[in-house]
């Protein structure tokens, strides 16, 4: 049994376990006849640990993850939406959404030091717009983009 | 037929007017770009419909969903890639059409298909709702605890390869459904004292993430800025006798892939096929199934159009989704405040009668828009990726956070979508997660409201029509494994898988 087919179903059964942990804490119900709050809890961890033990025999192969470059990118994009939306609301959206589109595209491979500067900026500019005019959504703005509206 | 008259009055409002073309454009975008399929267009535009009424937000959804389920024939017939699931069977003979210069002629043939395949389930969907719906009004929680576990059967349908894993993604959405206050008796449950977790998941951050970030996420992996070679269009005319040639076999698909998509998890993709093979078995001498038969392409666009509006009626009748796509309909109607089911068709009549008519208007919109914008769709197949799937990811922000203006959604949207990005990696399908966390709260207020009332008995189970329907949630099942068994078995005789 290869490493990266065991990592799954044992990722499942902690979770499994974990769920039945949590439940225990929640408060019976009030009525005798009634199953409970921790009912849905209990079934989906108990299914979860049954489900994994079944399926530390499956034999179908799994695509893994990437390495070397598409895992940068992919990895690179995770901690980049995790950055971004940390600064949606101190820099406004349409700073926040310029960085990420820039820095994205640099991940993904764009060189062009014009398009890696226009392209972030047009289209920060025009998704903004059409979500606060367009659509009536409210977005953070900064103060210095506030003068612009 | 009040309700009709109600549900045109709605759809008379200019901004639900426009919502048609608009969703419709949107639909065909969406379903033109291999990767966006309708399930991920639809989850995107989700956010911004709760500015607007539940109608208007509605009408938008399902002009995306019946433009993307259209859409997704063309790169299924100019590069063999179908842009939406539903159109796997498309491609089929789509592109040996396409490598024989008939690529035009395809691309028409897919939209008159699809046109008069939705148009014909709009009205048999009209017809057998509200009939289902008066009849599910008798229903007590016992029927819709069954219902809901009926419905949890598409898991087994949606869970590809693998019914197990399926099962595991359906009970991780359990769980996520489990957060917050329970249903009966109000007390908190896996919240760990955090306010935010308090209040329950919020389904939408959850959908945009699991369907658009994660699809983002594989797709950037493999972001290239080669563009893929078309093939030659040819013309878009189709000849004289075509209605005589392509008629009958519009007209059967249609009827297949209706009544497909009324059983739960059977799907458009699953419609297609069903709809192609029949048409292939009653072949005529002279078609040429698999290398570029007209026939083909008709089979497949008409019966997954029609099988979209079939899974529709569980949806609006019963409450349940019919597949995927109608679980994140169904979502909207519930962050809008709209109860689905049986209720829903005396308490707002506008809304279900104006969808019916919205979705007419919309197959007609979609045959103009599709004819008129026929090149520029084609165009729309090569938008750069290093483009398009950042400007995803930027839209599932902008959507999750627009929900309450809450960081904590947006948060809630990322790890979903590495949840989804790591599922769909290890082979375990995400569509269950959603389904169940949908439906896993109806099937647990009625099980434990069908306990106390029956003070802790279960001898509720045996009711004729609750029993009777948990067995067809067996069957279902049975079914779905015997067709798992089957399609495990090689079959070297047949060209078309």
Redesign the interface.
């Given at each position: 049994m290869s490493k990266g087919s065991v990592i799954p179903p044992a990722l499942i059964l902690l979770l499994g376990i974990g769920i039945l942990a949590a439940s225990a804490g929640i408060r019976p119900g009030m009525l005798d006849q009634d199953p409970g709050p921790a009912f849905m809890p209990r079934i989906s961890g108990a299914g979860l640990v049954v489900l994994s033990l079944y399926l530390f025999f499956d034999r179908e192969r799994h695509e893994g993850l990437p390495r070397g470059r598409p895992l940068f990118k992919v990895l690179g994009t995770m901690a980049l939406v995790l950055a971004y939306l940390n600064l949606i609301e101190p820099l406004g959206f349409p700073l926040a959404t310029v960085l990420f589109l820039g820095i994205e595209m640099a991940i993904i491979g764009v060189t062009s030091p014009l398009l890696l500067v226009a392209a972030p900026v047009l289209l920060s500019g025009f998704i903004y717009y059409l979500f606060r005019f367009g659509l009536d959504v409210a977005l953070p703005a900064t103060r210095l983009f506030g003068v612009l509206i | 037929m009040s309700g009709w008259y109600e549900g045109a009055v709605a759809l008379m409002d200019f901004s639900v007017l426009m919502m048609i073309p608009l969703g419709v454009v949107l639909g065909i975008a969406v379903g033109a770009i291999p990767g966006l399929s309708a399930t991920v267009g639809m989850a995107m535009f989700l956010p911004?419909t709760f500015?607007l009424d539940p109608l208007t937000g509605l009408v938008l959804l399902l002009g995306i969903y019946n433009g993307a389920c259209y859409a997704g024939a063309i790169p299924a017939v100019l590069l063999r890639t179908p842009g939406t699931p539903s159109s796997a069977a498309t491609a089929l003979d789509g592109y040996p059409m396409a490598q024989k210069g008939q690529a035009g002629q395809a691309l028409t043939i897919s939209l008159v298909a699809s046109v008069v395949g939705g148009l014909l389930g709009t009205l048999l969907l009209s017809l057998f709702a509200p009939a289902l719906a008066r009849y599910a009004l008798s229903f007590g929680t016992p029927e819709y605890f069954a219902i809901a576990i009926l419905a949890l059967t598409i898991i087994a349908s949606v869970g590809g390869?693998?019914m197990?894993?399926g099962?595991?993604s359906a009970?991780?959405g359990?769980?996520v459904?489990?957060i917050g206050f329970?249903p009966?008796?109000g007390?908190?449950?896996?919240s760990?004292d955090n306010t935010s977790l308090a209040g329950g998941i919020s389904l939408i951050p959850m959908l945009v993430g699991i369907f658009g970030?994660s699809e983002?996420?594989i797709q950037?992996?493999?972001?290239?800025?080669v563009h893929e070679r078309m093939s030659v269009l040819g013309t878009f005319k189709l000849g004289a006798n075509w209605v005589k040639r392509l008629g009958p076999t519009m007209l059967g698909s249609t009827t297949i892939g209706f009544v497909s998509g009324m059983l739960p998890g059977v799907g458009g993709d699953i419609g297609g096929y069903l709809a192609y093979n029949e048409t292939k078995r009653l072949a005529k001498p002279g078609d040429c199934f698999g290398e570029g038969e007209p026939k083909g392409v008709v089979a497949a666009e008409a019966a997954n159009n029609a099988s979209n509006m079939g899974s529709l009626i569980p949806t609006l009748a019963l409450g349940v989704p019919g597949n995927t796509q109608s679980a994140v309909l169904l979502g909207a109607l519930l962050i809008a405040g709209v109860q689905p089911g049986p209720g829903l068709f005396a308490a707002a009549p506008e809304l279900v009668f104006g969808s019916f008519l919205a979705m007419t208007l919309a197959y007609v919109c979609m045959l103009a828009i599709g004819l008129l914008g026929i090149r520029m769709w084609i165009r729309v197949v090569q938008i750069p990726a290093?483009?398009l799937?950042?400007?995803v990811?930027?839209?599932s922000?902008?959507g999750s956070?627009?929900v309450r203006?809450e960081?904590f959604d947006?948060?809630v949207m990322?790890i979903a979508?590495?949840l989804g990005?790591l599922m769909t990696?290890?082979?375990?399908p995400v569509a269950p997660l959603l389904i169940a966390a949908i439906v896993?709260p109806i099937a647990?207020e009625n099980?434990?409201r069908s306990?106390?009332l029956?003070?802790?008995s279960l001898i509720w189970l045996f009711q004729p029509l609750t029993a009777t329907i948990l067995l067809m949630a067996a069957a279902s099942i049975i079914f779905t494994l015997l067709r798992h068994r089957k399609s495990s078995r090689p079959d070297p005789t047949d060209k078309v898988s």
């Open positions: - | 911004f500015t390869g693998s197990a894993k099962f595991v009970f991780i359990l769980t459904a489990s329970d009966i008796a007390f908190p449950r896996l760990f970030v983002a996420l950037l992996e493999r972001v290239s800025n290093v483009y799937w950042p400007l990811i930027v839209f922000v902008v956070y627009a203006n960081p947006v948060l990322l979508g590495i990005y990696k290890a082979k375990y896993g647990e099980f434990r306990m106390i029956n003070e802790g």
